[in-house]
Protein backbone atom coordinates (compact mmCIF):
# COMPACT_ATOMS: atom_id res chain seq x y z
CA UNK A 1 0.00 0.00 0.00
CA UNK A 2 1.12 3.58 -0.71
CA UNK A 3 1.62 5.36 1.75
CA UNK A 4 0.98 9.54 2.03
CA UNK A 5 4.55 10.27 4.12
CA UNK A 6 2.73 13.88 4.38
CA UNK A 7 -0.01 12.49 6.26
CA UNK A 8 1.43 10.36 8.30
CA UNK A 9 4.03 13.77 9.76
CA UNK A 10 0.49 15.40 10.26
CA UNK A 11 -0.65 12.44 12.23
CA UNK A 12 3.03 12.65 14.36
CA UNK A 13 2.90 15.92 14.62
CA UNK A 14 -0.22 15.96 16.53
CA UNK A 15 0.55 12.72 18.82
CA UNK A 16 3.66 14.77 19.24
CA UNK A 17 0.90 18.09 20.70
CA UNK A 18 -1.23 15.44 22.13
CA UNK A 19 1.95 13.87 24.17
CA UNK A 20 2.98 17.44 25.34
CA UNK A 21 -0.91 18.26 26.79
CA UNK A 22 -1.22 14.91 29.01
CA UNK A 23 1.88 15.21 31.27
CA UNK A 24 0.21 18.89 31.78
CA UNK A 25 -2.77 17.62 33.40
CA UNK A 26 -1.19 15.18 34.98
CA UNK A 27 1.42 18.14 36.86
CA UNK A 28 -2.27 19.74 37.74
CA UNK A 29 -3.17 16.28 39.89
CA UNK A 30 0.68 15.36 40.82
CA UNK A 31 2.45 18.24 41.44
CA UNK A 32 5.36 16.01 42.86
CA UNK A 33 6.32 13.98 39.79
CA UNK A 34 8.30 16.82 37.87
CA UNK A 35 6.90 17.73 34.35
CA UNK A 36 9.82 17.09 32.74
CA UNK A 37 10.09 13.54 33.74
CA UNK A 38 6.55 13.24 32.96
CA UNK A 39 7.22 14.67 29.65
CA UNK A 40 9.32 12.08 28.73
CA UNK A 41 7.54 8.89 29.34
CA UNK A 42 4.79 10.79 27.84
CA UNK A 43 6.95 11.10 24.50
CA UNK A 44 8.63 7.84 24.54
CA UNK A 45 4.92 6.10 25.08
CA UNK A 46 2.60 8.02 22.80
CA UNK A 47 5.08 8.06 20.12
CA UNK A 48 5.23 4.33 20.20
CA UNK A 49 1.57 3.95 20.33
CA UNK A 50 1.37 6.34 17.55
CA UNK A 51 4.33 4.25 15.17
CA UNK A 52 3.05 0.68 16.07
CA UNK A 53 -0.64 1.37 15.20
CA UNK A 54 -0.72 4.23 12.17
CA UNK A 55 2.27 3.01 10.61
CA UNK A 56 1.42 -0.52 11.55
CA UNK A 57 -2.11 -0.42 9.72
CA UNK A 58 -0.26 0.01 6.49
CA UNK A 59 1.00 -3.95 6.82
CA UNK A 60 -2.71 -4.67 7.03
CA UNK A 61 -5.53 -4.90 4.51
CA UNK A 62 -7.39 -1.67 5.44
CA UNK A 63 -10.76 -0.26 4.31
CA UNK A 64 -11.25 2.18 1.48
CA UNK A 65 -13.45 3.96 3.60
CA UNK A 66 -11.44 4.27 6.48
CA UNK A 67 -7.67 3.44 5.22
CA UNK A 68 -7.57 1.12 9.07
CA UNK A 69 -8.06 -2.82 9.24
CA UNK A 70 -11.91 -4.30 10.00
CA UNK A 71 -13.07 -6.77 11.56
CA UNK A 72 -10.68 -8.51 14.31
CA UNK A 73 -7.43 -6.63 13.26
CA UNK A 74 -9.26 -3.19 14.14
CA UNK A 75 -9.20 -4.24 17.54
CA UNK A 76 -5.99 -6.50 17.64
CA UNK A 77 -4.32 -3.46 16.11
CA UNK A 78 -4.53 -0.65 18.57
CA UNK A 79 -4.64 -3.07 21.12
CA UNK A 80 -1.45 -4.83 20.65
CA UNK A 81 0.10 -1.20 19.77
CA UNK A 82 -1.14 0.40 23.16
CA UNK A 83 0.81 -2.51 24.62
CA UNK A 84 4.13 -2.30 22.78
CA UNK A 85 4.40 1.12 22.93
CA UNK A 86 3.69 1.48 26.51
CA UNK A 87 6.51 -1.62 27.26
CA UNK A 88 8.99 -0.12 24.90
CA UNK A 89 7.99 3.35 25.71
CA UNK A 90 8.51 3.09 29.56
CA UNK A 91 12.02 1.09 29.03
CA UNK A 92 13.25 3.81 26.96
CA UNK A 93 11.99 6.59 29.63
CA UNK A 94 13.24 4.65 32.77
CA UNK A 95 16.55 4.51 30.56
CA UNK A 96 16.54 8.49 30.23
CA UNK A 97 15.65 9.47 33.40
CA UNK A 98 17.83 6.80 35.11
CA UNK A 99 14.48 5.63 37.12
CA UNK A 100 12.33 2.33 37.71
CA UNK A 101 8.53 2.74 36.88
CA UNK A 102 8.60 -1.57 37.25
CA UNK A 103 10.05 -1.16 40.22
CA UNK A 104 8.05 1.54 41.74
CA UNK A 105 5.67 1.03 44.87
CA UNK A 106 3.93 4.32 44.57
CA UNK A 107 1.07 3.37 42.06
CA UNK A 108 2.74 5.39 39.19
CA UNK A 109 2.87 2.34 37.30
CA UNK A 110 -1.16 2.11 37.41
CA UNK A 111 -1.43 5.50 36.75
CA UNK A 112 0.74 4.99 33.88
CA UNK A 113 -1.13 1.88 32.38
CA UNK A 114 -4.87 3.87 32.82
CA UNK A 115 -3.17 6.97 31.51
CA UNK A 116 -1.61 5.37 27.95
CA UNK A 117 -4.90 3.40 27.83
CA UNK A 118 -7.38 5.94 27.51
CA UNK A 119 -4.96 8.04 25.72
CA UNK A 120 -4.14 5.53 23.46
CA UNK A 121 -7.76 4.56 22.69
CA UNK A 122 -8.85 8.20 22.15
CA UNK A 123 -5.85 9.10 19.22
CA UNK A 124 -7.01 5.54 17.58
CA UNK A 125 -10.28 6.98 17.84
CA UNK A 126 -9.32 10.17 16.53
CA UNK A 127 -7.36 9.17 13.55
CA UNK A 128 -10.17 6.61 12.24
CA UNK A 129 -12.89 9.31 12.60
CA UNK A 130 -10.59 11.82 10.53
CA UNK A 131 -9.42 9.15 8.02
CA UNK A 132 -12.91 8.52 7.58
CA UNK A 133 -14.19 12.26 7.80
CA UNK A 134 -11.30 12.47 4.68
CA UNK A 135 -12.39 9.72 2.76
CA UNK A 136 -16.42 10.76 3.07
CA UNK A 137 -15.11 14.22 1.86
CA UNK A 138 -13.38 12.89 -1.15
CA UNK A 139 -16.08 10.93 -2.25
CA UNK A 140 -18.44 14.42 -1.92
CA UNK A 141 -15.88 16.41 -3.79
CA UNK A 142 -16.13 13.61 -6.56
CA UNK A 143 -19.31 13.49 -6.85
CA UNK A 144 -19.69 16.86 -7.02
CA UNK A 145 -17.38 16.84 -9.71
CA UNK A 146 -19.55 14.32 -11.64
CA UNK A 147 -22.86 16.13 -11.07
CA UNK A 148 -21.13 19.18 -12.43
CA UNK A 149 -20.05 17.21 -15.53
CA UNK A 150 -23.25 15.96 -16.28
CA UNK A 151 -25.16 18.70 -15.99
CA UNK A 152 -22.94 20.98 -18.02
CA UNK A 153 -23.53 17.59 -20.43
CA UNK A 154 -27.16 18.34 -20.16
CA UNK A 155 -26.93 21.52 -20.89
CA UNK A 156 -24.75 21.56 -23.66
CA UNK A 157 -27.31 18.65 -25.51
CA UNK A 158 -30.43 21.22 -24.94
CA UNK A 159 -28.55 23.54 -26.77
CA UNK A 160 -27.09 21.69 -29.75
CA UNK A 161 -30.48 20.83 -31.21
CA UNK A 162 -31.93 24.21 -30.22
CA UNK A 163 -28.48 25.63 -32.94
CA UNK A 164 -29.22 22.81 -35.63
CA UNK A 165 -33.21 23.40 -35.08
CA UNK A 166 -32.50 26.77 -36.20
CA UNK A 167 -29.97 26.06 -39.20
CA UNK A 168 -32.46 23.70 -40.76
CA UNK A 169 -34.83 25.57 -40.88
CA UNK A 170 -32.84 28.19 -42.41
CA UNK A 171 -31.77 25.38 -44.93
CA UNK A 172 -35.23 24.34 -45.62
CA UNK A 173 -36.53 27.56 -46.74
CA UNK A 174 -32.97 28.40 -48.88
CA UNK A 175 -34.09 24.84 -50.78
CA UNK A 176 -36.92 26.15 -52.57
CA UNK A 177 -35.74 29.86 -53.35
CA UNK A 178 -31.75 29.07 -54.04
CA UNK A 179 -30.87 25.85 -54.51
CA UNK A 180 -27.19 26.70 -54.86
CA UNK A 181 -26.93 28.65 -51.69
CA UNK A 182 -28.77 25.69 -50.12
CA UNK A 183 -26.39 23.26 -51.47
CA UNK A 184 -23.05 25.61 -50.27
CA UNK A 185 -25.19 26.12 -46.49
CA UNK A 186 -24.94 21.93 -46.34
CA UNK A 187 -21.59 21.69 -47.40
CA UNK A 188 -21.04 23.96 -44.72
CA UNK A 189 -23.17 22.48 -41.96
CA UNK A 190 -21.32 19.07 -42.72
CA UNK A 191 -17.76 20.98 -41.78
CA UNK A 192 -19.41 22.66 -38.60
CA UNK A 193 -20.39 19.36 -37.29
CA UNK A 194 -17.52 17.94 -37.59
CA UNK A 195 -15.00 20.19 -36.39
CA UNK A 196 -17.55 20.25 -33.07
CA UNK A 197 -17.72 16.59 -32.73
CA UNK A 198 -14.65 16.03 -30.72
CA UNK A 199 -15.33 19.62 -28.43
CA UNK A 200 -18.95 18.22 -27.70
CA UNK A 201 -16.78 14.84 -26.24
CA UNK A 202 -15.36 17.30 -23.59
CA UNK A 203 -16.44 19.23 -20.90
CA UNK A 204 -14.15 22.32 -21.35
CA UNK A 205 -11.84 23.18 -24.46
CA UNK A 206 -9.31 26.34 -25.06
CA UNK A 207 -11.14 29.54 -25.78
CA UNK A 208 -9.19 29.18 -29.01
CA UNK A 209 -11.00 25.92 -29.86
CA UNK A 210 -14.11 28.22 -28.84
CA UNK A 211 -13.69 30.95 -31.39
CA UNK A 212 -12.50 28.81 -34.13
CA UNK A 213 -15.90 27.30 -33.80
CA UNK A 214 -17.89 30.85 -33.76
CA UNK A 215 -15.76 31.25 -37.10
CA UNK A 216 -17.51 28.42 -38.16
CA UNK A 217 -20.51 29.14 -37.17
CA UNK A 218 -20.53 32.68 -38.88
CA UNK A 219 -18.77 31.31 -42.37
CA UNK A 220 -22.09 29.27 -42.26
CA UNK A 221 -24.32 31.88 -41.11
CA UNK A 222 -22.63 34.75 -43.88
CA UNK A 223 -23.74 31.59 -46.64
CA UNK A 224 -27.65 32.51 -45.48
CA UNK A 225 -27.05 35.86 -45.19
CA UNK A 226 -24.44 36.98 -47.40
CA UNK A 227 -22.84 40.75 -47.36
CA UNK A 228 -25.79 41.58 -44.91
CA UNK A 229 -23.25 40.05 -42.32
CA UNK A 230 -19.81 40.97 -41.36
CA UNK A 231 -17.40 40.10 -38.21
CA UNK A 232 -14.99 39.98 -36.54
CA UNK A 233 -12.80 38.04 -33.76
CA UNK A 234 -10.71 39.02 -31.73
CA UNK A 235 -8.45 36.73 -29.31
CA UNK A 236 -5.62 37.76 -27.23
CA UNK A 237 -2.55 35.14 -27.92
CA UNK A 238 -2.36 35.07 -23.77
CA UNK A 239 -5.94 33.81 -23.40
CA UNK A 240 -5.88 31.05 -26.43
CA UNK A 241 -5.26 28.69 -23.72
CA UNK A 242 -8.16 29.23 -21.14
CA UNK A 243 -10.85 26.73 -20.83
CA UNK A 244 -14.28 27.39 -21.35
CA UNK A 245 -17.22 24.88 -22.13
CA UNK A 246 -18.18 23.79 -25.39
CA UNK A 247 -20.46 26.45 -27.38
CA UNK A 248 -20.29 29.05 -24.49
CA UNK A 249 -20.27 31.72 -26.31
CA UNK A 250 -22.38 30.65 -29.61
CA UNK A 251 -25.65 30.98 -28.36
CA UNK A 252 -24.95 34.92 -27.62
CA UNK A 253 -23.67 34.92 -31.11
CA UNK A 254 -27.06 33.25 -32.74
CA UNK A 255 -28.90 35.84 -30.66
CA UNK A 256 -27.20 38.51 -32.19
CA UNK A 257 -27.84 37.24 -35.47
CA UNK A 258 -31.41 36.67 -34.95
CA UNK A 259 -32.83 39.37 -33.14
CA UNK A 260 -30.19 42.10 -33.90
CA UNK A 261 -28.93 41.82 -37.45
CA UNK A 262 -31.16 40.20 -39.67
CA UNK A 263 -34.76 42.50 -38.50
CA UNK A 264 -32.66 44.92 -40.29
CA UNK A 265 -32.01 45.20 -44.25
CA UNK A 266 -28.54 46.26 -43.79
CA UNK A 267 -27.72 43.85 -41.58
CA UNK A 268 -24.81 44.20 -39.36
CA UNK A 269 -21.67 43.36 -37.54
CA UNK A 270 -20.85 41.29 -34.83
CA UNK A 271 -17.59 41.84 -33.06
CA UNK A 272 -16.45 38.68 -30.49
CA UNK A 273 -13.72 39.99 -27.92
CA UNK A 274 -11.78 38.66 -25.07
CA UNK A 275 -9.74 40.64 -22.34
CA UNK A 276 -8.19 40.34 -18.90
CA UNK A 277 -9.77 42.33 -15.90
CA UNK A 278 -8.60 43.13 -12.77
CA UNK A 279 -5.01 43.02 -13.56
CA UNK A 280 -5.37 39.54 -15.13
CA UNK A 281 -7.33 38.10 -12.30
CA UNK A 282 -10.52 37.90 -14.61
CA UNK A 283 -11.82 36.91 -17.95
CA UNK A 284 -14.62 39.08 -20.16
CA UNK A 285 -15.78 37.69 -23.50
CA UNK A 286 -17.67 40.19 -25.30
CA UNK A 287 -20.35 39.54 -28.07
CA UNK A 288 -21.30 43.18 -29.82
CA UNK A 289 -23.65 43.67 -32.82
CA UNK A 290 -24.66 47.04 -34.23
CA UNK A 291 -28.17 45.70 -35.02
CA UNK A 292 -31.82 46.34 -33.74
CA UNK A 293 -31.17 46.40 -29.79
CA UNK A 294 -32.09 43.70 -27.68
CA UNK A 295 -35.98 42.28 -28.17
CA UNK A 296 -37.96 40.51 -25.64
CA UNK A 297 -36.09 37.01 -26.39
CA UNK A 298 -33.10 38.91 -25.60
CA UNK A 299 -34.07 40.37 -22.18
CA UNK A 300 -32.46 37.95 -20.19
CA UNK A 301 -35.19 35.33 -20.25
CA UNK A 302 -34.22 34.14 -24.27
CA UNK A 303 -33.35 30.10 -24.31
CA UNK A 304 -29.44 30.79 -25.37
CA UNK A 305 -28.70 33.22 -22.63
CA UNK A 306 -30.58 31.41 -19.99
CA UNK A 307 -28.26 28.28 -20.92
CA UNK A 308 -25.41 30.49 -21.06
CA UNK A 309 -26.21 31.69 -17.52
CA UNK A 310 -26.39 28.50 -16.01
CA UNK A 311 -23.30 27.18 -18.05
CA UNK A 312 -21.70 29.80 -15.84
CA UNK A 313 -23.23 29.40 -12.70
CA UNK A 314 -22.44 25.45 -12.70
CA UNK A 315 -18.53 26.09 -13.34
CA UNK A 316 -17.78 29.32 -11.33
CA UNK A 317 -20.96 29.59 -9.04
CA UNK A 318 -21.35 33.59 -8.21
CA UNK A 319 -18.38 34.37 -9.58
CA UNK A 320 -19.67 34.02 -13.26
CA UNK A 321 -21.74 36.58 -14.56
CA UNK A 322 -23.59 37.53 -18.03
CA UNK A 323 -24.89 41.18 -18.52
CA UNK A 324 -26.69 42.13 -21.27
CA UNK A 325 -26.96 45.78 -21.98
CA UNK A 326 -28.42 47.76 -24.95
CA UNK A 327 -25.71 50.40 -26.92
CA UNK A 328 -26.60 54.10 -26.68
CA UNK A 329 -25.87 54.26 -30.57
CA UNK A 330 -27.98 51.15 -31.42
CA UNK A 331 -27.21 47.27 -30.95
CA UNK A 332 -26.34 45.35 -27.91
CA UNK A 333 -23.26 43.97 -26.19
CA UNK A 334 -23.46 41.10 -23.89
CA UNK A 335 -20.31 40.67 -21.65
CA UNK A 336 -19.53 37.18 -19.70
CA UNK A 337 -17.39 37.46 -16.93
CA UNK A 338 -15.13 34.70 -14.59
CA UNK A 339 -12.50 34.18 -12.57
CA UNK A 340 -9.11 33.27 -14.52
CA UNK A 341 -8.15 30.81 -11.31
CA UNK A 342 -10.18 28.39 -13.04
CA UNK A 343 -8.80 28.53 -15.89
CA UNK A 344 -5.81 25.85 -15.38
CA UNK A 345 -6.34 22.95 -17.63
CA UNK A 346 -8.24 19.60 -16.57
CA UNK A 347 -7.94 16.87 -18.10
CA UNK A 348 -10.74 15.77 -20.74
CA UNK A 349 -13.23 13.14 -19.76
CA UNK A 350 -13.65 11.57 -23.08
CA UNK A 351 -16.72 9.00 -23.75
Same mark, same amino acid.
Given at each position: ?36 ? +???? *? ?18 ? *?? +?????? @? ?9 ? #? ?18 ? @? ?18 ? @? ?11 ? +????? =???? &?????? $? ?22 ? +? ?29 ? $? ?16 ? &? ?13 ? $? ?21 ? #? ?68 ? #? ?17 ? =?? #?
Amino acid at each position: MRIDWLEQLRHLLQTVAFCLVIPAIQYAFQPERPYGI +ALTY *SLCIGVLCWAFIDLGRHLLT *SS +AETGWP @TGWRAVALPAG #GIVAGFALGTLLGDWWTGLS @TWGSGDGQLRISIAITLLAG @TAGTYWFHTRGKS +AWLAA =RMAE &AHGQAT $EARLKLLETQLEPHMLFNTLANLR +ALIATDPARAQHMLDRLIAYLRATLAASRSI $EHPLADEFARLADYLELM &AVRMGPRLAYALDLP $EALQAVPVPPLLLQPLVENAIRH #GLEPQVAGGRIEVRARLLDGGARVQLGVHDNGAGPGAATAGTGFGLRQVRERLATLHGADGTLELIAAPA #GGTSVTVTFPLKNAHHRPD =RR #G
